[in-house]
């Protein structure tokens, strides 16, 4: 089955060249458009894509707003990838922070934007560049370093999460632990439980706003 993408994005230039760009892989199948953030939960309803490519800046609702939306009122939401002009934009931690899975700079070349797509699709990992690690780590804020300490977070766990703010798949974590996929399945989902996270994005996000992590 191909992973279904929605675009929502205000320019229909933008919208045109990604969609150019994802149906000219056989594995990506772009299901639907939007102009604005305010159309968003009804299509995803509707369509029930696997991937939302959502600019953060729009009418009528900003896609942080249309991030909060979807996860909020959609059952089994999709991924939502955000498509920025700036990564160290301020309203791309925001949607982060939100719950979006990643961000993907609409400068990218077309093999960037198909390989995030794939990514995020797959929920094995995040884009997590420096900008966005600085940002999070200005974020910092108690309720972050509360959750962390009352994890209780087992030293392999704690290794494991550093790995991840690194950006690293879970296959590439089992070659930097050396031990087998599922293992490292098996200490992602304790670590997510363990922090309340929804995705790994936000067990990051804890992880650099309570300092456990420091940006490079």
Known sequence: ????????DD???VRAGLRAVLEAQPDIEVVGEAGDGASVV??????????????????LLDGIEATRAVLRTVDSPPKILVVTTFENDEYVYQALRAGADG??????????????????????????????RALAAEYGNRQARTALARAALTEREEAVLRLMARGLT???????????????????????????ARDRTQAVIMAYESGFVAPA
């Open 103 to 132: 961000f993907l700079l609409k400068r990218a070349r077309p093999s960037e934007i198909v390989h995030a797509v794939r990514l995020v699709a797959e929920g094995d990992t995040l884009l997590f560049p420096a900008a966005v």
């Open 1 to 8: 089955m191909p992973v279904t993408v929605l675009l929502v």
């Open 11 to 13: 320019e229909p230039l």
């Open 42 to 59: 009804p299509l995803v309803r509707q369509l029930r894509p696997d991937v939302v490519a959502m600019d953060v800046r729009m009418p």
């Open 170 to 196: 879970n296959v590439e974590i089992a070659a930097e632990l050396i031990v087998g996929t599922e293992t490292v399945k098996s200490h992602v989902s304790a670590i997510l439980a363990k922090l309340g």
